[in-house]
């Protein structure tokens, strides 16, 4: 499947998971029917595709990952946290909804994820695994976001700077790339798939640390220079703009020779469209 | 086994579980350790003795649904939704950790309560349809959440309040009261045992009421007369205290006469206990 006809259908699913009858459900779906990139579902579809998984296999992860992600972004954004008014071209949700049920709609976006991942039509042997990593990689992020929180206004060495990046942003990278080995049953690549998924991690945390830097509130759709204004140890904020630039595009070529090795070629081009 | 064992077993696993290594982490095990009264896992205990499951597959979904709570409760207590400072007899988490950690640990909890269920020894048939139950039970304590938010300063009809007090309190007791059922492979009986379990969810809810409006703090070890103040329509400030309690005993009675015939002697003396 092309990815377009992919996001279209992927578009229709996630628009009909909550039947909006209440506050919560609406301040849910504002959030998660935003214009987002779709970038981790679509990493699903492309690692699963590259392992020839059966394609009504990858939807439920798909969306699972999506329902979760937009919940990180919706507790993140909060002004007890990141303080950020704005977020995929519109208000955030706490803005439109006030605290308490940004507070609730991120609980129960995370909680339907579950729900979702849980409907599977996969072997239920297969279904416990994608639970377990699925309910880790989220887990992960979740540190990986407090220990973020917890750095701020600290100076941190890099080592810990890129094991936070690795648990916030390459926890759910890793059951990207992992669903594909889970989902084929090839149990011996699951391994491997994850710490190469936690390297694509930090390399897309430092390209958003590069655009927090660099690009402007309209192009990125977010509150932008936040990171400098809250005292963010980054790896920008250590290695300066271009040193950072070089970082990351070393850890991408990195990972892609290695996917390349393992013929994962839907997904090297996806990652190198995410990166021009 | 004894619940008195239980509860010392269960508590030794309960602190096991999170090893704290940084901020959130703490936060997540100053809640969880403080001395809950552990009602929901006595309850999976009772139930899953009743239906004779093997032992060692009752403190998985004992310790995930302890987790699941703790989690409901920090958030509950945020000065953004219920504004409660103090809980089990001590500063409500944010009090001690800030709202921004308050948040996060109780997403934390709610993460590694699916992580912990995942991981039970059952056969990965049955543990899909635990994690499937569980997933539905935590969501409808949300929507039960976000409808008591929703209502606060409004009036509503009884019938409202009782649905919202069947998913808010009714969502965790149906998971506790069918996880018998589920895990002794009685697939037949996990609807009614749901069903009955949501309704002592209602009775539960109604006494937690009854103890805001009559009891002092010390004694609740929470903050009380809370649901007055905030204008919160409870099922005792429709009825009034006599006629709730009234209530309250009939639904009890009801259920305990559905689980007797079951011949579910632990998990009606358990609940007897309760009603003391």
């Known amino acids: 499947m092309r990815n377009e006809e992919f996001l279209q259908q992927f578009n229709k699913r996630l628009e009909s998971l909550i039947k909006t009858t209440n506050k919560v459900e609406q301040a849910m779906n504002y959030s998660l029917l935003s214009s987002g990139k779709r970038i981790r579902p679509l990493l699903i579809k492309t690692a699963c595709e590259d392992m020839m998984v059966d394609a009504d296999l990858i939807w439920h992860p798909a969306l699972a990952i999506e329902l979760f992600h937009t919940a990180s972004l919706i507790h993140d954004d909060l002004p007890q946290i990141d303080d950020s008014p704005l977020r995929r071209g519109r ?4 803005v439109v909804y006030g605290n308490d049920f940004a507070i609730l709609a991120g609980d129960g976006l995370m909680l339907k994820s579950f729900e979702v991942l849980s409907q599977s039509p996969a072997d239920p042997r297969v279904k416990t695994l ?7 990689a989220t887990y992960e992020v979740l540190i990986g976001e407090a220990l973020d929180v917890e750095y701020t206004g600290k100076s ?3 080592s810990e700077i890129l094991k936070m990046y690795s648990k916030k942003t390459g926890g759910l990278f890793s059951f990207c790339t ?9 149990f011996q690549l699951i391994e491997k798939f994850t710490k190469l998924g ?3 991690g930090i390399w897309f945390q430092v390209v958003d640390d590069l655009k927090d830097a660099l690009s402007d509130e309209k192009a990125a ?3 932008v220079g936040r990171d400098k204004m809250l005292g963010k140890p980054t790896v920008v904020s250590i290695f300066g703009v271009h040193k950072a630039k070089d970082f990351a595009d ?7 020779n290695r996917f390349d090795e393992y013929g994962m070629n839907k997904t090297v ?4 469209s995410l990166a021009v």
Chains 1, 2 share one sequence.
């Open 91 to 94: 208000p955030s949700c706490h």
């Open 130 to 136: 994608l639970l377990t990593h699925f309910s880790r």
């Open 221 to 223: 759709g977010k509150t």
């Open 250 to 256: 070393k850890l991408l070529e990195g990972v892609l």
């Open 156 to 158: 941190q060495k890099l």
């Open 269 to 272: 081009d996806f990652l190198k």
């Open 198 to 200: 936690s390297v694509l």
């Open 178 to 186: 992992a669903s594909g080995a889970i989902l084929s049953e090839r």
